[in-house]
């Protein structure tokens, strides 16, 4: 059952009110996002209020009590966290406004009572990819040794990225992963790959965000290995920088998935509006690029 | 007659100024009203406010302790979402470690802070980052960073942590208040406490005037470090989950929220009740924000950094024009 | 009672600091109610001795004997449990708490709930205000008093204290007469109480109104002690110096100016502490400005170098008029101010003796911003070898310099910034005979260079000796002038005394 | 001989940074393999080149009494308007000179807000820490820039005859320039006296806000060197990364390199050694793939050693 919402018992409002929490406004990823979402809500007739938690929880908290007060009618919120976002996903219900889980999943919500649909894109099954393509590429029986370049551990994208690859090459022997933090930050994952290569040798890096190639690249043409030639690059997340140099051959892959959510949601919004049932999930497609298939993406739409 | 009008005028004056708190909080309102007035000044968006201020504010009343004793603890912004995890985790057996062990935990970090300070006459800055980043790494071990969630939390604490007054008025913000009123009373009355000023006005003279400084320095760290463990209980019992990076830029806050309050950063001036005002001022600034339809959310940090510094602005202003006032005042 | 009838004992102290043994084999002995004088030269170590009785500091050898029986003291609280109470020589007190939490402060009265008893506390303390004849009120914050007032505040929160031995460490050398008898009135008081008191100060005059004994000390060594008449003026200071000091004559210069003024201040304002001050300063002469406690001479000297804004008036120095006067500028057209108060206005107190002496002058010995390390080393040697500043070296920090070196310090920045005119806020205080007589011939050698000198000073004694002419300011007004032979104490005294009448007279009528 | 005994305490106290650190380099030596190698030395200056700057401006600063927790934020406002200008087709010369005065303005602002208005330092330079990473981060939506510039490439791994890297060059002149100004000309004893006493340095004619000022706006300057650095060094400027929490690490550097958080003192050569025992722990955890959560422990139990360490020579 769905939550009953208040536009059904009063006289339809003028405009339907969107609140969207955002978790963050920055990274290409992200940016690309806000970017479809405000597109596709002047398409689709919504007026929208969003909000920026910085990846800050309690702001996020806030930010949803805020949008409460200011009588949206349907939230759509980006978990900074997926469990400790709790308290605001409680507030809409008391409030009686219905939720839309976005990109991150709250995992203690109920189906139709917290929230009246998810619509994501696994950040969990990403990392798991990235780590089924290490296997289908490097075999299950020489050694491979990964780099793993994190983002800042403890936040939820790089934590499930870490947490599915980590899952993945579980069951295999062969792989070994040196784990070091590249904090998001390109710089700082050029200076990791530097100081690792003058004591280990590695066969590929996996890097958790697409921010962080260019600098991984560097580091390891400085260290005298040629990317994707001696040393594999993956990395989750294909904004056009990622595309191009997997075009230039020196990223081998990249495990991507889009953030323009934007159609699906408003999709969903229309059809709650007219009283259609939703289900539980939309899965944001997932899709690994290679030099195959890179041109095909290129072209259609970039990310 | 003239006489008069100028004693009154120079009297305002110099309430204001006195409390540049007040100028600050004024300041915000006029700007919250001016931007949504209607949504802003209602009751369910003032409570809302206090809400959000509880976090920040309740970490800003431990440190605004040991700013006014004249050293600080940058360590909160990780030792309170350590006892977060802590009190989830023994949670899991019963409701009293849960409250205990975090408060146990802040406490040791409290007294280590405050040794290193003054008995390894340490500089409270470095100590305190060092423990800050250290703490980061011990609750990153423990969660191997992932949000923990106990399997068996225990419903007392549950119910503690959801219990509220009318719906409105939740147990953050009654710990908030309480809280706050409890510090001001010991503050004003008990001389351990007292002796804060002193210390943190002039740590020589004090020794001279017969204070004993490292206890009260001691004093100051175990109990900033006690509201962190506070703050994390309060934070996970109404989310049922603990979260490494919950923390992250929380003691800056804490301090802003100390400094806009009229506590100054160099020790023995202000009052702690200031820090309180300055927490709301702090969570009025972002709803203001989040009331606002002009300004792109991606600018959000630079519209509360220049709010921030309108209101300081305006203390400093003020307190020039208190400045004047005294002389005009003595003058007649 | 004990064998030898001694309140307190001290016996063999010993105490070096790096560099520097502060304190060798001294001794110090005080009866009951007995009030003993310790004196010696700057830097001798008379406050040393007092901090390690008070339990500031721990000496490094000696016993500590109260009624007989030796104590340990290892900290302050130790020593105040055991019945020691002081005023230290700098002020040591909390600027931004009330004045009746000053006092307090350590010992609140508390309830039977462990909690300060606010209103009891705020009564005591006026009471203990009203007691020793000072007019504030105890609530006020300390910050906002004056010096001199601070000074008396801390005097109250000593007395306060159940005590048997009372330590004043330099307590007159902020105070001007008036108060300098108030505190000898609570002092006798006290001394019929049959407490032991140790009283410091410079000033020879005082030592012999109210003390019994005297213990002297030089170098850090213990001289000897003497029943005060027992011992001659010239005696005592030998000991104390270690030499014969000639004594002190007057030595008045010129009578007849030039008609021009180097400096000429008309009706300047700052309101509330000056209203309407005019003077002038001639080439080469030595003017006194004096008054009251409170009546404006530190504002005016203030003023005049740029420290506050001027509000009426005008500042004409060298024939040009000056506009928003600043130190710096001041500075650059060859004035020089030696402010009061030494520790808040004075010295940088991390800063080596070297730096705190170039700091003004820095300009004039750098070339393009670049310091000229040889020259400056010169200026720094000439300085400390003219005032003879007591040091180990100059790279020494100066807050561990004895008050009075750090006051030479002080002169000796301003003087090497070769300035045409000096202002000297109360140049000698807490300096001890023979470098007050050193800095009193200074100042007379300069004169003859050309220079002209504003000297500030509380000591009417001293204005009479030194000075060509003297302007005695009250309530903020400039209200008269001696010139010549018409400089003599009586003439002074009398002069503050009309000022100050005529001045609490219209007080009145304004109130009306 | 008593005379002897205190400048080595002296030396001690002024080095103690410099000490320790080679304390740990000769223990890496010993443990970590490969450490002894051209390419470590190179990587550790190159790397410890952004906290090297700001840690400088952050000694002056902090020497004055203040602080200036703006630095991180600045490098990002830097990064971008670099990246910006370049990929708008300017001159690296120009963009760089663009990127300077913006990054200067924001350093005088500071200056002003606290020298004039007798704000507290930590609050302006915490709005403007906001202030500096907003604009950053809006100023291009949110997003990375890309530039390319064949020049800034080649100059970024140019090694001066095959060896020294221009990171080297370039943060020994600036040490050498600022070294001089603190230790050899009057505007570091004014510094110093600013930061132990304003009140009388202003009666002692020195220009108190002319020194406050100029320490931030040094400080930004700096800033926006170590921003535009960490640009150039992959080509790319991420407004939300660079510089985050760098501050904190600048503040670490300087106090272990031995000036006082209380001010009134300048240990530029304490920094220097200081912020690369920073990054030579950084290496340290990744050459030994130490525990990415282990390592924030043992950064802050050297960090600790390392204050003990100084504050116990210095005492002795
Ligand atoms: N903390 C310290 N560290 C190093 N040297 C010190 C310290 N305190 C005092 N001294 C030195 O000890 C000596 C004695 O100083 P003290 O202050 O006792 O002199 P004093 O007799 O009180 O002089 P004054 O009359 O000027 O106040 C001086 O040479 C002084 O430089
Ligand atoms: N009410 C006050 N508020 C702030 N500062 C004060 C106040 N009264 C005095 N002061 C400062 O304290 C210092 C010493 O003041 P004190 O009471 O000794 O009188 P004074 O002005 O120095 O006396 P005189 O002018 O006669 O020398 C002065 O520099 C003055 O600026
Ligand atoms: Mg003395
Ligand atoms: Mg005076």
Redesign the pocket.
């Known amino acids: 059952t769905l939550v009953n919402a208040e536009t059904s018992e009063d006289a339809p409002k003028e405009t339907f009110k969107v609140g969207f929490a955002e978790n963050t406004y920055t990274g290409d990823w992200r940016a690309c996002e806000v970017a479809d979402i405000e597109e596709k809500a002047k398409e689709y007739g919504y007026e929208l209020v969003m909000t920026n938690a910085d990846l800050d929880i309690e702001k996020q908290i806030g930010d949803v009590e805020d949008l409460i007060a200011q009588d949206c009618d349907l939230i759509v919120i980006v978990p900074v966290d997926a469990e400790a976002i709790a308290p605001a996903f409680e507030a809409c219900k008391e409030a009686g406004i219905p939720v839309i889980d976005m990109d991150t999943e709250y995992t203690s919500g109920v189906f139709g009572e917290d929230f009246i649909t998810t619509i994501r894109s696994d950040q969990y099954e990403q990392g798991k990819a990235a780590g089924k393509w290490v296997v289908d590429t490097y075999g299950t029986e020489d050694s491979v040794t990964v780099l793993e370049i994190t983002g800042t551990m403890g936040q939820s994208d790089a934590q499930n990225r870490h947490n599915g690859f980590a899952d993945y090459v579980a069951d295999y022997d062969n792989v070994e992963v040196i784990t070091q933090s590249g904090d998001w930050s390109a710089t700082t994952a050029q200076n990791v790959v530097q100081n690792v290569a003058q004591t280990s040798e590695f066969d590929v890096v996996y890097s958790h965000g697409g921010d962080m190639i260019p600098g991984i690249i560097l580091g390891l043409k400085q260290a005298g290995l040629k990317p994707t030639e001696d040393v594999g690059v993956i990395t989750v997340d294909s904004p056009f920088q990622v595309l191009d140099s997997i075009k230039d051959g020196e990223t081998t892959a990249a495990i991507t998935c889009t953030p323009r959510g934007g159609d699906t949601l408003f999709s969903c919004i229309d059809s709650y509006r007219t009283g259609e049932e939703l289900e539980e999930t939309y899965l944001v497609p997932m899709n690994t690029i290679t030099s195959d298939n890179v041109d095909e993406v290129y072209d259609s739409e970039g990310y | 007659m003239g006489k008069i009008n100028v004693k009154t005028t120079a009297k305002l004056g110099h309430k204001l100024a006195k409390n540049s708190t007040l100028i600050g909080v004024l300041v915000v309102v006029l700007i919250g009203c001016l931007i949504n007035g209607r949504v802003f000044l209602s009751i369910d968006n003032i409570a809302n406010v206090g809400r959000q201020a509880t976090i920040r504010g309740l970490l800003a009343c431990g440190i605004s302790l040991t700013i006014i004793c004249g050293t600080i603890d940058l360590s909160i912004s990780t030792l309170f979402p350590l006892c977060g995890l802590v009190c989830l985790y023994f949670s899991n057996y019963s409701v009293v470690l849960a409250f205990a062990m975090p408060l146990l935990v802040a406490g040791t970090i409290g007294t280590l802070n405050g040794l290193l300070i003054t008995k390894g006459k340490l500089h409270p800055w470095i100590v305190t980052i060092a423990v800050q980043l250290g703490l980061n790494g011990v609750n990153l071990m423990l969660t191997q960073g992932n949000t923990y969630k106990p399997s068996n939390m225990s419903s007392a604490l549950k119910s503690f942590g959801n219990f509220s007054v009318l719906k409105t008025i939740d147990i953050e913000l009654i710990c908030f208040v309480v809280l706050y009123v409890i510090m001001s009373r010991l503050v004003k009355s008990k001389p351990a406490f007292r002796s804060m000023y002193a210390v943190g006005a002039s740590e020589e003279s004090a020794v001279m005037m017969g204070v004993n400084v490292n206890k009260t320095k001691m004093l100051a760290h175990i109990l900033c470090s006690l509201f962190a463990g506070i703050t994390g209980i309060l934070q996970v019992s109404s989310s049922g989950a603990g979260k490494v990076t919950s923390g992250s830029g929380y003691e800056m806050y804490a301090i802003a929220a100390c400094v806009l309050g009229g506590i100054h950063l160099a020790g023995g001036r202000g009052k702690i009740i200031g820090a309180f005002w300055g927490a709301w001022i702090l969570a009025f600034l972002n709803n203001i924000f989040n009331m606002q339809q002009y300004v792109n959310p991606i600018w959000y940090q630079v519209v509360v950094g220049l709010l921030v510094i309108i209101v300081v602005f305006a203390q400093a202003l003020s307190n020039k024009m208190h400045a004047g006032f005294k002389k005009e005042t003595t003058r007649i | 009672m004990h064998a030898d009838g001694y309140l307190l004992e001290m016996d063999h102290i010993k105490k070096s600091f790096p560099g520097v043994k502060a304190l060798d084999d001294v001794q110090l002995k005080v009866k009951p109610g007995e009030i003993h004088a310790l004196m010696g030269e700057n830097g001798a170590g008379k406050s040393t001795l007092i901090k390690i009785l008070t339990g500031v500091y721990k000496a490094s050898a000696g016993v500590i004997k109260i009624e007989g029986k030796e104590v340990n003291i290892n900290n302050v609280q130790q020593a105040q449990q055991a019945g020691i109470s002081a005023v230290f020589q700098e002020l040591n007190m909390i600027p931004y708490l009330s004045v009746a939490e000053n006092i307090f402060l350590g010992t609140y009265p508390i309830n039977s709930g462990k909690n300060i008893m606010w209103k009891k506390m705020e009564k005591e303390a006026q009471a203990l205000l009203d007691d020793i004849g000072l007019d504030i009120e105890a609530g006020a914050q300390l910050g ?6 601070q000074q008396m505040v801390s005097i109250a929160r000593a007395v306060s204290r159940n005590c048997k031995i009372l330590v004043l460490d330099e307590p007159t050398s ?1 105070l001007d007469s008036n108060e300098v008898q108030q505190l000898f009135k609570i002092m006798r008081r006290l001394k019929n109480k049959n407490i032991g008191i140790i009283f410091i100060s410079h000033r020879l005059n005082e030592v012999y109104e109210i003390c019994e004994n005297v213990t002297v000390l030089r170098d850090g060594k213990y001289i000897g002690s003497w029943r005060i008449s027992e011992i001659g003026n010239e005696e005592l200071v030998t000991s104390m110096v270690g030499r014969k000091v000639e004594n002190e004559k007057t030595v008045r210069g010129k009578t007849t100016f030039d008609e021009d003024y180097l400096l000429e201040v008309k009706d300047l304002a700052c309101f509330p ?1 000056v209203k309407k001050v005019t003077f002038g300063v001639h080439k080469g002469e030595i003017l006194g400005l004096t ?10 000297a ?1 003023l005049i170098f740029g420290c506050n804004l001027l509000q009426n008036g005008k500042i004409v120095y060298k024939g040009k008029e000056i506009q928003k006067q600043t130190p710096r500028k001041a500075i650059s057209m060859g004035m020089a101010f030696c402010t ?2 030494r520790r808040e206005e004075g010295i940088i107190p991390d800063m080596s003796i070297r730096d705190n002496i170039v700091l003004s002058s820095l300009k004039r010995l750098s070339k393009k911003g670049v310091v000229r390390n040889k020259e400056r080393d010169e200026v720094v040697k000439r300085y400390i070898d003219r005032l003879k500043i007591k040091t180990p070296s100059e790279e020494k920090r100066i807050r561990l310099l004895s008050g009075g070196n750090q006051q030479k310090v002080i002169l000796a920045r301003w003087l090497a910034t070769e300035p045409d005119l000096i202002i000297l ?1 109360e140049p000698t205080r807490g300096i001890d005979v023979g470098a007050k007589q050193e800095i009193e011939k200074l100042v007379r050698e300069f004169v003859k260079q050309g220079i002209s000198i504003i000297y ?1 000073s509380s000591e009417i004694s001293e204005l009479v000796r030194n000075c060509d002419r003297v302007v005695v ?1 009250s309530d903020g007004c400039a209200t008269g002038e001696l010139v010549g032979d018409e400089i003599s104490e009586d003439n002074i005294l009398a002069m503050i005394a009309a000022g100050s009448a005529s001045k609490g007279g219209e007080n009145v009528a304004e109130k009306n | 001989m008593w005379q002897k005994k205190i400048d080595i305490v002296k030396i001690a106290r002024k080095y103690g940074a410099v000490i320790f650190f080679f304390l740990l380099f000769l223990f890496n030596c010993v443990t970590t393999t490969n450490f002894i190698r051209i390419n470590t030395i190179q990587n550790l200056f190159i790397q410890s080149f952004p906290i090297l700057l700001i840690s400088f401006g952050m000694t002056l600063v902090i020497a004055t009494a203040n602080i200036d927790i703006s630095v991180g934020s600045g490098m990002a406002l830097a990064a971008m308007i670099f990246a910006l200008t370049i990929s708008a087709g300017l001159h690296p010369v120009l963009a760089f000179l663009i990127t300077l005065i913006v990054g200067g303005f924001f350093g005088w602002i500071c200056g002003v807000l606290v020298a004039k208005y007798d704000i507290q330092s930590m609050i302006v330079t915490m709005a403007m820490m906001y202030i500096l990473r907003g604009i950053a981060k809006g100023m291009y939506g949110g997003s990375t820039v890309m530039f390319k510039n064949d020049f800034l490439s080649t100059l970024s791994y140019y090694r001066i005859g095959d060896v020294i890297p221009v990171h080297v060059v370039i943060m020994l002149i600036i040490f050498a320039i600022l070294w001089f100004v603190v230790e050899k000309t009057r505007y570091g004893t004014y510094v110093e006296a600013v930061g132990n006493n304003p009140k009388a340095a202003g009666i002692s004619g020195v220009s108190v806000s002319g020194i406050l000022i100029s320490v931030y706006v040094i400080s930004a300057l700096l800033a926006v060197i170590a921003g535009v650095e960490q640009g150039i060094m992959v080509m790319q400027a991420d407004s939300s990364n660079i510089g985050l929490t760098k501050e904190f690490d600048a503040i670490a550097a300087t106090v272990v390199g031995g000036t006082p958080m209380s001010g009134g003192k300048a240990n530029l050569t304490g920094a220097l050694f200081a912020a690369l025992l920073l990054q030579l722990i950084n290496m340290m955890v990744n050459m030994n793939n130490i525990y990415y959560a282990l390592a924030y422990i043992i950064k802050a139990i050297l960090i600790i050693a390392a204050v003990l360490i100084n504050t116990y020579i210095g005492q002795k």
Do not use: V
């Open positions: 906002t008093l004056g010096t001199a007032t902020s502490k008054g009251l406690l409170g009546s404006g001479r530190s504002e005016t203030q009061e108060n806020d500030i300011l």
